[in-house]
């Protein structure tokens, strides 16, 4: 196992940030939220990153507003941005979308009669949230809810001057013309190369940890853990989690879903044992986990008492 774990920290070139940021948000939030900043420094170390390394990296999360510092006497502790935290969690830890009431919402930007510059970043803003692209000025979404369509608009100050309309596709139409429809609008062949290689890079892991027999080593559990999470994080955040009715068959992203759940599960014991043991919060260990942890994924059994 410590030749996989060493193995998957070769591969992965996460920076010192992301790690960081994935404590906070996979780990330290359900154990409610707080932690000192030498318990930082000494998980950090695990992926090789130095203490220096470790505490820029964490002045940095604060000051682009991830985390709020806090010092009690000579000690700093650090929590993670409730705002943050929400856009952290929903396209990590949510189940893959199976239901849909066949409601489209087309979104028509041209006649807002925008400079190029600001079209540039709606469509970015748009793409963000999980819009398609169908042309130029004409985005898509699966969905009669409008509300983080209507978020966005608010920001760019255009909620009064972009064009919403609702559509549904007619009974006769083939239903293989709205997956191609999909498949472009949303640019899926990338995202589905992503997570291959997703699935390419774990189903190693997960092949050892079926064969390991006796307990997993804490610290290994910990590392692989950190790196799972980080590594489908960053192609859950590009997923516009489209209905599974729109989307290829198969699709590499419910069996990247399948794989993560699978490995998180093996892992978790131990990893919350190292948790458990290692690191500190303000009134001395971590409190136990919250019932977030176990919700994750659709659901994840608990560990049964020692």
């Known amino acids: 196992m410590r030749r996989v774990v060493a193995n998957l920290k070769q591969s992965h070139r996460f920076s010192p940030k992301a790690i960081i940021s994935t404590f906070f948000g996979d780990m330290i939030w359900p154990h409610g939220g707080s932690i000192w900043l030498g318990s930082l420094v000494e998980a950090a170390a695990l992926f090789d990153i130095g203490e220096s390394h470790a505490r820029t990296s964490i002045l940095r999360l604060s ?45 028509f930007t041209g006649v807002a009669s925008l400079a190029k510059q600001r079209y540039v970043r709606l469509r970015q803003s748009l793409i963000w949230e999980g819009v398609g692209q169908l042309a130029p000025h004409v985005f898509i979404v699966p969905s009669s809810d409008t509300s983080r369509l209507q978020k966005v608009l608010e920001e760019f100050k255009l909620a009064d001057r972009v064009q919403l309309l609702s559509a549904r596709a007619l009974p006769t139409r083939d239903p293989e013309l709205a997956r191609q429809m999909v498949r472009d609008a949303w640019a899926l062949s990338d995202l589905e190369k992503r997570y291959e290689g997703f699935l390419k890079r774990f189903r190693a892991v997960y092949q050892a940890l079926d064969r390991q027999s006796g307990t997993l080593d804490p610290h290994d559990c910990f590392v692989i853990r950190t790196l799972l999470v980080l590594d489908y994080r960053v192609i859950a955040v590009r997923d516009p989690h489209l209905p599974a009715t729109l989307l290829p068959t198969p699709w590499a992203g419910q069996s990247a879903f399948n794989l993560c759940k699978s490995i ?20 001395g260990p971590l409190p136990p986990a919250q019932p977030l942890l176990w919700n994750r994924f659709g659901g994840i059994a608990i560990p049964a008492p020692a």
């Open 264 to 283: 998180y599960q093996q892992v978790l014991e131990g990893s919350e044992s190292y948790l458990a043991s290692s690191l500190k919060a303000l009134d």
């Open 63 to 107: 000051y682009e507003g991830w985390l709020n510092g806090a010092r009690v006497g000579k000690l700093s502790y650090y929590t993670m941005n409730a705002d943050r935290m929400r856009d952290y969690v929903t396209p990590i830890y949510g189940t893959p979308n199976d239901s849909w009431d066949g409601e489209w919402t087309m979104v």
